[in-house]
């Protein structure tokens, strides 16, 4: 059994101050592995980070089927989810600011997680200093977040998502505000403290250089999955051939291959040797070759 199963999964937010619905998931089918470390990637608007926020327990799902671990996500209110989110849930976000307090050390930052979990002072400060050696900063513990760089401020956010060790770290664009060396070495110790702590890590990019650090790569476009691959066998996005049919019979083909199509047209469909073969083409036969052969 997978440790995060998602089923048809759908989002629709209503905007207050209008009738719309905007649908931002159309029914994902996912499922994830335990300590496995996943991207998401997609243009902005595709529902990516939605399915984060899914995954954290901050939005509640319109229909469908959501769980991690033992927690049915899709059945839980609003107290269980931020019960949920205390305990096995660990955040970094783009924005600094919402993975720190810039008013204190970099140590107390890492120790707040512990003392919101009763842990004593002495035990939650030992905690917290051998996570910030973990990342790479135990030099720098006693400066507040304003004293570091970018990439140290996301490594010590790093420390933080991990004090309580969740059962699910989750990053949003973690490495949207750092140039490319900087986030080379963020991804490093991410990559780091997914393995070492066998926890499974979901990130979120729009950048297919920062997901290619990942063990997999999911594409969401329009709210539902259209491709996937491990990173070991892809060298471009155009590399990705792999999708999701769910139990509907419905699929969501890749970027790259829409933009091949003539879309809102027919399309030919054919079993063949084992095969199932797309194509446009008004004269469809197994023999032929053909020219948009999926």
């Known amino acids: 059994m997978s440790f995060i199963e998602i089923r048809d999964l759908i989002k629709i937010y209503r905007p207050k101050e209008s009738n719309l619905r905007v649908p931002a998931l159309r029914g994902v089918e996912l499922n994830i592995e335990q300590g496995e470390f996943l991207s998401i990637i997609g243009p902005s ?56 307090i810039w008013e204190i050390s970099a140590l107390e930052n890492v120790e707040i997680p512990l003392r919101l979990l009763g842990i004593p002072r002495e035990r939650r400060i030992r905690e917290a200093k051998d996570l ?26 790093l420390a933080c998502a991990l004090a309580h060790k969740p059962i699910l770290l989750l990053a949003d664009e973690p490495t949207g505000e750092l140039d490319s060396k900087t986030a080379g070495e963020l991804l490093k110790y991410f990559k780091h403290l997914n393995e070492s702590y066998g926890i499974t890590a979901v990130m979120v990019t729009h950048d297919f250089d920062v997901a290619k650090a990942t063990d997999r790569i999911i594409q969401i476009v329009d709210g539902r999955i259209s491709g ?15 999708v999701y049919l769910d139990r509907y019979g419905s699929l969501q083909l890749p970027r ?25 083409n008004d004269d469809f036969t197994p023999s032929k070759k053909m020219k948009n052969q999926k």
């Not at 910030?132 to 956010?157: A, C, F, I, T, Y």
């Not at 091949?260 to 027919?266: A, G, H, N, T």
């Open 45 to 100: 608007g595709s529902g990516k980070t939605t399915l984060l926020l899914m995954l954290a327990g901050m939005a509640e799902p319109s229909a469908g089927y959501l769980r991690v671990g033992d927690f049915r996500l899709d059945q839980y209110s609003e107290t269980d989810r931020s019960i949920y989110r205390r305990y096995s849930v660990g955040t970094l976000w783009q924005i600094p600011n919402r993975n720190l």
């Open 132 to 157: 910030l050696r973990e990342v790479g900063m135990d030099h720098r513990m006693n400066h507040k977040p304003r004293q570091l760089s970018g990439g140290e401020v996301q490594r010590v956010g």
């Open 228 to 242: 996937f691959s491990q990173t070991k066998n892809l060298k471009t996005i155009s590399d990705m051939h792999q």
């Open 256 to 280: 790259h291959i829409i933009e091949k199509l003539e879309v809102q047209q027919k399309i030919n469909i054919k079993e063949e040797d084992g095969k199932i073969i797309l194509s446009q």
